[in-house]
């Protein structure tokens, strides 16, 4: 059986949350909806260890990268302009929720938990992507067209990991 999050981590989660909302722009809205989501985020745990265990696992362990989740989230809130991402980024914890639950009862199809896991991998690696290379245009100063080309070199490299990563995913499907 996979280990999931453990509980004793919640306070971790709520401080990664609390400093992202102290240092990072992020608008108010965004903000509730982040620690609405952190709060279900600790409640499904807290849910799950109460609960009578299941002998049905999804095929990937997603809770437990939720702390590292938090981080992008943390790297989002201090760009100058976060919201969109940021907004994208509140897909991830309800769909890593969806896909627990759904992973861990009769009903879903190796599709649908295909499905999810995907759409949370492209959203994660899609910010790390372009996190990284705005990082890398603001700290050597670069525009036009050479930001361009870097922007479209990032992306590039990006659509093949994330096309690496579907592969992947379909094996693990395909293998369990």
């Known amino acids: 059986m996979r280990s999931t999050l453990p509980v004793w981590s919640i306070p971790f989660l709520l401080a ?22 952190t709060v279900l985020v600790s409640v499904y745990l807290i849910l799950r260890v109460r609960g009578e265990p299941s002998n049905r696992q999804p095929v990937s362990n997603l809770l437990s990268l939720f702390p590292g989740n938090l981080l992008v989230l943390l790297i989002i809130a201090l760009l100058d302009h976060p919201n969109t991402l940021a ?8 769909a890593t929720l969806a896909y627990d ?6 009903k ?5 938990r295909m499905s999810i896991s995907l759409i949370l991998y492209g959203i994660l690696w899609a910010d790390l992507f372009f996190l990284l290379e705005r990082a ?5 100063q670069i525009s036009g067209n050479r930001e361009v080309m870097i922007a479209a070199g990032f992306g590039l490299v990006g659509a093949l990991f ?4 579907v592969y992947r995913h379909r094996i693990a499907i395909k293998e369990r």
């Open 16 to 37: 990664l949350v609390g400093i992202a909302a102290f240092v990072g722009r992020l608008g108010t809205a965004v903000l509730l909806v982040i620690g609405f989501e």
């Open 87 to 94: 907004w994208l980024w509140t897909i991830v914890p309800v």
């Open 101 to 106: 639950a759904f992973g861990r009862s009769e």
């Open 108 to 112: 879903p199809s190796s599709f649908v």
């Open 136 to 140: 890398v245009v603001l700290h050597r």
């Open 162 to 165: 994330f096309a690496l990563g």
